[in-house]
């Protein structure tokens, strides 16, 4: 961990902000490295890598896959992506462990795809909190509102979900 000002910088996702339940998707093999969280800005910038890209093999005799015959980024990876990275800026914005902070349960999820995202490696993603408020009549936490996109325009969407967090300011 680097830390400049109050920006913090991970070379790689600690393991103790790691959801078990995101991490274990048999999925590509995601892997998000070059955290920057900015607490002023209440933003987590990283890039992912997708270690085991699915490829689909094309047709001997056809082209009809086109350019989905090799790899690109999908809305299930890109949303089990932002997830890790909500519950990774619950962590680092609290200083609380996964552990101690609880799972996130996440109420909405929605993806724009402007273009396909071909390249497995050094995907920028970004995540910033829009807008939160505390919990009433649930257990503790926060209802959090987050923005965010993925390859510099290529998706762009929203998530909002349950932090289990007492105060969050």
Partial sequence: MDRTADTVTFATLPLEYQ????????????????????PSTHTLEAMLDVKKPFVQDAPENTKALGSFGRFHLSGYSAQVAIGQLAIAFGCMHTGKTKAELGEMIQR??????????????DI??????????????????LYAHFTYDIGNGDATGALTGLLPLVNFE
């Fill in 19 to 38: 959801s078990a339940y995101l991490s274990q998707v048999d999925n590509d093999d995601l892997f998000l490295h070059n955290l920057r969280y900015d």
């Fill in 108 to 121: 909405s999820f929605n993806i724009t795809h402007r273009r396909a995202i071909t390249t497995p490696t």
């Fill in 124 to 141: 920028p993603l970004y995540l910033q909190l829009k807008n939160s408020r505390e919990l009433k009549n649930e257990p503790p936490g």
